[in-house]
């Protein structure tokens, strides 16, 4: 600790502990001293020839006399701790040593205050460059005073102790004390007001300004830190005087955040439900009918934007579905419920926007977001994009009955990340997007008519001209088989054990089980009537017996 004080300031040290030579003097006569006198007398001796070189030093080497001053004493102070709580000296002499820390302590509470005073306009009149290495000086004399204040207190206690009270010296540090202690609140609460502001205002500012801010930032929490560190030590003083520290209390929690024992007071306790009640009714009464009219305001955006969503809706609907367009089902939901979806994305930031919220951190966060989330749901947006895929190439639409991702039956619904496919003894399957993409889909229901191939065998015993025409008139008078494009019926295997026809009518894609139920059912109906066999496969086994010869 490096210490700022004035030659006049020392010279009325040096004077003060000049007095103590009388002490010295009056202590070389006795016969024999005790260790205490002993070492006090040393102390003394010590803090003269200090003195005495003060006088005559500068620059570093006076600062280093000054630092040693204070330590000794610090170390004068603790011996006649001592001497007051066990003895060791007389009450005169204890009395006389107590008298000259008094003069002391006042000289050096009238200096520091002034020096404080002085060196605060400093800083504030100083560029923001050059505050920090001032406040560096100034938080050494803030804790210097402090310290000076715990010498008082100490010094009214002892003279308690001795039965000696000063209750002028306890009033007068009692007034200081609570003095000093409106100032320090004062300064943390304006310090800690200009820290929220600074906070805030580095949140919306640009680039280009944030380093001087930043700067201003340091500034403000070191002196915020002063202030706090110097009204918390005085308040131990002030319980100890009597006074009402409990607002102080509250204060420097508020501001610190840290618990601690003082926090069980049933008044400090009181003091901050107190401030945080008024707090918030202040708060409320201020801006409660500001935020009422923009949640007003929020809830009319919200309302105008359901509205055009439906619109939204309806038109996309409309304009989707045109036959010119030529869009399938799958597409159409989509793009209608992505400009619903859009309209009210629209709309909700809108409203964010009206009540005061700044959309660009929200912005940057979904970003951010997103990049996040998309590295841990990777297969998701694969089923993602395959969806896309599927939707502006269309291999199959809501409706069709389809082969695709191992599972057959027909398409129930579809998303971007998963379809549904309905099977046909009524099971609900959901296959990823990417699965259906990646394999090989095959729709059944996707052309408007198709071509039912049936095989029908006769023997070859039976009479193929007749057979040829039972299966063109079965397949000409079935009311569902298309004429264009014509049906065909022709001998296509001599097989091992049939002549095989194959009979491929033209059906409408609906109609195709039916057709083919049908015409199955009545080629075997008809062959019956016209004594056409249908054969079937068939062995005859042949068994030779084999006569055993004499040996």
């Known amino acids: 600790m490096s210490f700022i004080f004035s030659k006049p300031f020392f010279l009325t040290l040096v004077i003060s502990f000049f007095s103590l030579s009388a002490f010295a003097e009056q202590a070389t006569d006795a016969p024999q001293l005790s260790k205490t006198e002993l070492a006090i007398q040393s102390i003394n001796q010590d803090i003269v020839d200090l003195s005495q070189s003060l006088a005559s030093s500068t620059g570093d080497e006076r600062d280093a006399i000054q630092l040693q001053l204070f330590q000794k004493n610090e170390e004068l102070r603790t011996k006649l701790a001592s001497a007051v709580s066990h003895g060791g000296l007389t009450e005169a002499a204890l009395l006389k040593q107590i008298s000259i820390q008094k003069r002391y302590a006042s000289g050096a509470t009238e200096y520091l205050d002034a020096k404080i005073k002085e060196l605060s306009l400093q800083i504030d009149s100083a ?98 830190d002063i202030a706090t560190n110097s009204m918390r030590d005085l308040i131990t003083i002030g319980d100890h005087l009597g006074l009402s520290t409990s607002e102080y209390k509250r204060l420097a929690f508020e501001v610190t955040g840290n618990i601690t024992h003082d926090l069980l007071n049933t008044q400090v306790i009181l003091a901050i439900i107190t401030t945080w009640s008024r707090n918030a009714f202040d708060w409320i009464v201020d801006n409660a009918p500001q935020h009422l009219f923009q949640l007003m305001v929020f809830a009319f955006i919200l309302l105008i934007a359901k509205g055009l969503a439906g619109v939204a809706r309806k038109l996309v609907t409309r304009t989707v579905s045109s036959k010119n367009l030529k869009m399938s089902q799958l597409m159409q939901d989509f793009f209608v419920s992505m400009s619903g979806k859009a309209v009210w994305v629209i709309g909700i930031m809108v409203g964010l926007s009206q009540i005061g919220l700044n959309l660009a951190p929200i912005l940057t966060g979904f970003g951010i977001a997103g990049v996040i989330i998309g590295f841990a749901l990777q297969d998701t947006l694969s089923n993602f994009a395959a969806g896309m895929m599927l939707l502006i190439y269309r291999p199959f639409d809501v409706g069709d009955f389809v082969y695709a991702g191992g599972v057959d039956g027909k398409v129930s619904h579809m998303s971007l990340v998963n379809t549904t496919i309905r099977t046909f003894d009524n099971q609900i399957i959901i296959v990823p997007n990417s699965k259906i993409w990646g394999d090989v889909i095959k729709n059944v229901t996707h052309e408007r008519i198709r071509r039912v191939d049936m095989v029908f065998g006769i023997g070859y015993s039976d009479d193929l001209l007749l057979a040829e025409s039972v299966l063109e008139d079965i397949i000409v008078s079935h009311p569902m088989v298309l004429r264009t494009p014509e049906p065909m019926i022709k001998v296509h295997t001599l097989n091992t054990s049939s002549i095989d026809f194959i009979v491929r009518p033209w059906v409408k894609t609906e109609d195709y089980w039916d057709v083919y139920w049908d015409v199955t059912k009545e080629v075997k109906l008809r062959f019956d009537r016209e004594g056409l066999s249908i054969p079937f496969p068939q062995q005859d086994v042949h068994l030779h017996m084999v006569e055993k010869k004499d040996a």
């Not at 204040?149 to 004390?177: F, G, I, M």
Request: hydrophobic share 35%; charged share 30%.
């Open 127 to 224: 560029k923001p460059e050059d505050k920090l290495a001032l406040l560096n000086h100034y938080r050494e004399l803030q804790q210097y005073l402090d310290s000076i204040y715990q010498s008082n207190w100490q010094n009214v206690t002892w003279l308690k102790k001795l039965d000696k009270p000063d209750e002028k010296l306890e009033e007068a540090l009692r007034e200081s004390t609570n003095i000093r202690l409106r100032l320090l609140s004062a300064s943390v609460e304006y310090f800690n007001q200009q820290l929220e502001f600074t906070t805030t205002q580095l949140a919306t500012s640009p680039e280009s300004e944030k380093a001087s801010i930043q700067l201003n930032q340091l500034i403000i929490k070191q002196r915020l």
